[in-house]
């Protein structure tokens, strides 16, 4: 075990002691969950323009898409969450190759703004049909989560009753906690598979992937596809959270907001995706204190995204993490072509 | 009641179309969704109300002004912004463009405050409220014939200056071909820079009209403008300039229609549909031409 892999290992139980800590009030626990929400957003939304290269302006539409599956399927079936969960990244999923196939031959600034103009419809839509979505009174009063495991205790005992309902900050923390780790490996998985070999290989230059072999059409429906899943995974979790959907909670800004993470954390990188959650969240519950001290409206704290988004940009495109092909620094034939061009002096 | 919703819907359309001429042209310069066009244009009408409140100027010179203000602040972005990444990776810019966009739209909302305003109606001539003429019960106000006529004369005029000087000629060489045309002597960055402002300034004429004939503006109102004006630029075939002026005359009466017949409820979402249906059976638009990728 290398020192890489300890510290990742310590980072992550510290990560896990947080709630056992007298100083973890209820704030601090809920922002945190908030941070892991936007982890797995980020996550998702960093396959299409991270991977792919294509500007995905309307992230938050399956989001919401997923919240609401979610929602609406506890209020009205009272489903478990757990049954949910797949249903709602399904849903998602084909909603997102339903967005995906008609714009599959888009050039990346039409794509942009044909996925801007989705996430504005399912506003509009969630806004409009009330019969369906109570409009813009929203969805108080969602269930939480719960583990129900009676079936099982009463089989092994009759006495035992197996059955948790989530409370308070503590159970969503470990939850979110076991979502952005599951993830995060599963990205990772897919990244260094053929599927995410054929994303760089589009993101680089679609042309070229398509004359070396990749299905370039296929394989960005598989894109949309994976993303949208994990939208809408993180939306079941926020509905079953805060127990309470808006379709104002659904607007560009988030939109706009995780793309400000997957940036600042350099496009096509997960953990830069993790990091930029972490660091605009927080920035974001910092300014929300500050900014209206200064007498301004706590709104306005975008602008600083907004500017970050520039400047990234303009002098750090590839973000604080950016995305190196670390495979070929470990393959040995490089490895040694690079020490023997250094011994000569010519790198 | 058809007359009456066609009549306003050709008022919303020209206004589109004055906001899609300058996506269209910056579209045609340098390949680029500018994004923050729909801030410039949100801008405009702030601008024209504080030079009437503040300074206590008539409509017209604070239209003029706030037409200049626009013009540099169209530079400055393509300036700061947009000219430094002209040879990064195509999704650098569109980024920045989306950033500069929040941006603009935070900045105006920290100086003017986020609620909504009506614009000083003082400044105005008394007579834009009554009825100009009336014909089988369709009322048209002298505002509204305003808004025509001004659109038509800045229209004609915007063509005579692509189709008859020096620059605007220079501005189509660009269109074509960048790299040919700086080889033939054309200062690349100032017919750019050209384009940005009077892009800019008919956005702030669309964003003055708009804030007079609704009698309200807020910081974000720019963003759904923008987006339909987009729609109409690409219905009309983006690049180019009466492509956009058709596109957003045919998308206002369109979105009127739809508001009137379909349901209010998805006015917003017409000019979606319509981009959406653009893109899928005819990318080129009305007026576009097809660009082989790669060349």
Partial sequence: ?347 | MLEQQLINGLTLGVIYALIAVGYSMVYGVIELINFAHGEIYMFGAFFCATFITAFGLPFFPAMALAMICCACLGVLLDIFAYRPLRRAPRLAPLITAIGMSIFLQNLAMIVWGSRPKPFPQEALPAFFHETALTFSGVQLSWLQLFIFSLTIVLMIGLNLVITRTKTGTAMRALAQNQRAAALMGINVNRIISFTFMIGSSLGAVAGILVSVFYNTMYPTMGYNAGVKAFAAAVLGGIGSVPGAMLGGIVLGVAEALGAGYVSSLYRDGVAYAVLIAVILFRPTGLFGKAVRQKA
């Fill in chain 1, 1 to 347: 075990m290398n020192t890489k892999t300890l510290l990742r290992n310590a980072l992550l139980l510290a990560v896990l002691a947080i709630p056992l800590l007298p100083f973890a009030g209820d704030y601090l626990l809920h922002v945190l969950t908030l941070i892991m929400v936007y982890m797995v957003l980020a996550m998702g939304l960093n396959v299409v323009p991270g991977l792919c290269g294509m500007l995905d302006l309307g992230f938050v539409g399956f989001y919401g898409v997923g919240a609401y599956t979610c929602g609406l399927l506890t209020m009205n079936y009272e489903l478990s969450l757990w049954l949910i969960l797949p249903i709602a990244a399904l849903n998602g999923a084909v909603w997102g190759i339903l967005r995906g196939a008609p714009t599959l031959r888009l050039t990346g600034d039409y794509f942009a703004i044909v996925t801007f103009g989705f996430s504005e419809l399912v506003v509009l839509f969630l806004t409009n049909e009330i019969w369906l979505t109570r409009g813009p009174l929203g969805l108080p009063g969602i269930a939480p989560a719960s583990i129900d495991l009676s079936w099982l205790s009463k089989a092994i005992n009759p006495e035992w009753d197996w059955y948790w309902e989530f409370i308070g900050e503590k159970p969503y923390f470990y939850m979110a906690f076991v979502m952005v780790v599951g993830v995060f490996f599963m990205m990772r998985r897919i990244e260094d598979s053929r599927i995410g070999r054929a994303w760089f290989a589009i993101r680089e230059d679609d042309l070229a992937a398509a004359s070396a072999g990749i299905d370039v059409q296929i394989y960005k429906v598989i894109a949309y596809a994976v993303s949208a899943a994990i939208g809408a995974v993180a939306g079941s979790f926020l509905a079953r959270w805060t127990m309470f959907l808006s379709p104002d909670m659904f607007k560009f800004w988030e939109s706009f907001l995780v793309l400000c993470m997957i940036v600042l954390g350099g496009l096509g990188n997960m953990t830069g995706a993790l990091l930029g959650s972490v660091v605009l969240i927080a920035m974001g519950e910092l300014l929300r204190e500050i900014l209206p001290r200064l007498g301004m409206p706590a709104e306005t704290r975008f602008i600083v995204y907004g500017l970050i988004m520039v400047l990234i940009m303009r002098f750090k495109p590839s973000g604080f993490l950016p995305k190196i092909a670390d495979a070929a620094l470990h393959n040995p034939i490089i490895v040694e072509l690079r020490r023997s061009l250094k011994a000569k002096g010519v790198v």
